[in-house]
């Protein structure tokens, strides 16, 4: 019902939920998780036109694309932290994140010996009865038992998760994140169970704009007039990026009602990340050979992403 609200009622209704977070823990106990994503972006401006100084946080990878880097030093008063492990030893320990942060925790522990996750890559539920929900997992199974590559979520919990987490102790500030529940499954199932704002548990967080859709964020960075991160190119109403005919001078255009996409990547984030590549048949990591050669070379030869690939685009 709130993903249906005008994007005037969601932007009023992310102020106030950002004003209580910030009321409750004050602006020297909070920050903005800024990825230099289109989503943190809108969460930043939000947040930055109530209170201007407030501390953003940016998570050096030193895998997002350099012009996105370099688009983050243009914001000011926004604090690095970077991973503790290098990505190759993550690689060579943890292995891949794919196709899903959810899916490689589950083909992690399966291998693991945990029943539960068996019972969810075999479509059954807790007490090994068929699950329509889980059916959906059932492809996964030949990637955790018919090959030997190496899958688990550590990539993203050792270079996105794990820094964040003691720049939290260190600091004592909460996140507030531009997280959006139309996303996946576990973000719906963690907003309706949570809510935007929460103050309990051990890592009280505030997601206020959780009932953004992505449509909804394109139109706030239209009309805010914003510049999004070079990756995503820019905010087309109808351009050939959509396959529709572009008739109309922008400023005459009902953007309300009209559909908007990025002229460039949908995603930026970890350049080389393989979490749902078999949806664009390795189409991004492709792109990444123009883009860089050098570092596509590193992640195919090096990080031994060339097997990986192939057995997964062999494979579904
Ligand atoms: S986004 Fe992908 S590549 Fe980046 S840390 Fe997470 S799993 Fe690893």
Known sequence: MRQNYPLDVKIKMAEMRISKFV?????????????????????????????PNIKAVFCDTWMEYPS??????????????????????????????????????????ARNGKQCAINKLNGLDKNGKPSEFRKQYIKWNK????????????????????????????????????????????????????????????????????FFTEQDVLRYIWYRGLVVAPPYGEICPCGSCCGQTYLFPAEEMDIDHTRLCCTGEKRTGCIFCLVGAHLDRGAKIKRLKQYNKRLYEYCMEELGMEKVLKWILRNY
Not at 172 to 183: F, N, S, T, V
């Open 143 to 210: 990637l955790c038992w018919d090959s030997d590559i190496l899958i688990s979520p550590y990539c993203c919990i050792e270079q996105k998760e794990k820094p964040v987490r003691r720049y939290e102790r260190e600091t004592g500030r909460h996140p507030i994140l531009g997280l959006l529940a139309q996303e996946s499954a576990r973000r719906t199932e963690a907003w309706i169970r949570t809510g935007c704002n929460s103050f309990d548990g051990n890592r009280p967080v505030s997601k206020p704009i959780s």
């Open 23 to 51: 009321e409750y823990y004050g602006e020297s106990g909070v920050y903005i998780s800024f990825s230099g994503g289109k989503d943190s972006l809108v969460d930043l401006d939000i947040a930055r036109r109530l209170y």
């Open 68 to 109: 996105l880097r370099a688009y983050v030093n243009t914001f000011p008063n926004v604090d690095r932290v970077k991973p503790d492990m290098l990505l190759k030893d993550i690689i060579d320990r943890f292995g891949w994140c794919f196709p899903s942060k959810d899916v490689s925790e589950m083909i992690w522990a």
